[in-house]
């Protein structure tokens, strides 16, 4: 090869090299997108609601009748065992009668004596009647029911003819149940009314989670719905598990001002107490995750990769560096991620937030957002 060919193929080979390199430089560049992976993981839908605890059985003590209670010794937190006395009363303490109220006083007396005189008769005859029933009974003439039934009556007419207690012996009320004092509505000592509420009592290891949920969630919550119990205050999650779901709603007006239709939703503790015994009470604000729908290996990615197509869904997947647009079948959200029915299949590449710039078949340098 002469010089003067030489010259010229070292001349094409330099203009095609920069003819390429101009064209290189005029070519679209790559849009940059972040990415993610679809992939099978476990998934579940939840209701969140903020609800309080309560007691699930809590014992109010209240004056049967009217009278003079003393001073309760019981604090609030204290353990009390089932039948331990809590409250003495007294009877009442006489008030300063005028004439008129001194006339109402001896009727009252006199009344008295008269329906003591029509008790006593009554048990004569009650005692008598259980005693014949008795006899009966014992010769196979009456049944055990009858019997049962004249023992009571006869019971029953010896109390009335007996007056209740003494003057100045008082009576005792107990706890009605092994649990720990939640309130105390009386303090001091004084006069007290029938159906006055004294003391309060509750087991704060049988706790149930109350929360008003909206009605439009409260309709996919039935009993046995799981809950996660969270934001409690202790180092991890508790458990329940959905009693009730309320077949009356409420309207509630929201922080917005706006108006709500409300559903409230019972559920008790299944963790065992020993995780918060002694930290969690009645009345203790926690975040109730009630859980709708779970599936342990769901097809799934972030919402965010999914935009509208007419009536449907899709997404941008990456193959070969360009962006190809697919239609999707999407089934439960679960907040920042959604489950895929059918289009896409586990290892797939999708574009996350995809922009305005990005087109079906154009290129794309994706860095994972993961």
Do not use: C
Request: net charge positive; charged share 20%; aromatic share 4%.
């Amino acid at each position: 090869m002469d010089r003067t060919l030489r010259r010229r193929v070292v001349l094409i080979a330099s203009a095609a090299l920069v003819l390429a390199a101009v064209v290189w430089a005029f070519l679209p560049k790559p849009v940059p997108v972040s990415t993610a992976v679809v992939r099978r993981a476990p998934l579940e839908q939840v209701v969140e609601q903020e609800g309080k605890t309560e007691v699930v059985n809590r014992y109010a003590i209240s004056a049967p009748v009217p009278a003079f209670v003393q001073r309760i010794a019981v604090q609030v937190g204290d353990d009390v065992a089932r039948g331990q006395p809590v409250v003495r009363l007294e009877p009442p303490r006489s008030p300063i009668l005028d004439p008129r109220a001194r006339r109402e006083a001896a009727a009252r007396v006199d009344a008295a004596r008269a329906a003591l005189t029509q008790a006593g008769a009554g048990a004569v005859t009650a005692t008598a009647d259980r005693q014949r029933t008795e006899r009966l009974a014992a010769g196979g003439s009456a049944t055990r029911q009858a019997l049962e039934q004249a023992r009571s009556a006869a019971e029953a007419a010896l109390q009335r003819a007996a007056g209740g207690a003494a003057p100045g012996q008082g009576q005792l009320l107990v706890a009605p149940a092994a649990g720990r004092v939640l309130a105390v509505r009386r303090r001091s000592e004084g006069q007290v009314n029938p159906g006055d509420t004294l003391v309060v009592v509750g087991n704060t290891n049988h706790l149930e989670v109350r929360a008003d949920v909206l009605s439009d969630d409260a309709v996919r919550i039935r009993p046995g719905t799981p809950v996660i119990v969270d934001q409690w205050g202790g180092d991890q999650p508790l458990r329940a598990v959905v009693r009730k779901v309320e077949p009356q709603g409420f309207t509630a007006v929201s922080s917005l001002g706006v108006e709500e239709q409300r559903v409230p939703v019972v559920a008790d503790l299944t963790s065992p107490p020993a995780l918060w015994d002694g930290r969690l009470g009645a009345g203790f604000r926690v975040l109730a995750r009630f859980v709708v729908w779970s599936s342990p290996a769901a097809l799934q990615l972030p919402t965010s990769a999914l935009f509208r197509v007419g009536a449907g869904w899709a997404v941008f997947a990456v193959e070969g560096g360009r962006a190809v647009r697919k239609t999707v079948t999407i089934g439960h959200q679960a907040g920042l991620t959604t489950e895929i029915l059918t289009g896409l299949k586990a290892s797939d590449t999708v574009i996350v937030h995809p922009g305005n710039e990005v087109e079906d078949g154009k290129r794309v340098a994706g860095t994972s957002d993961e």
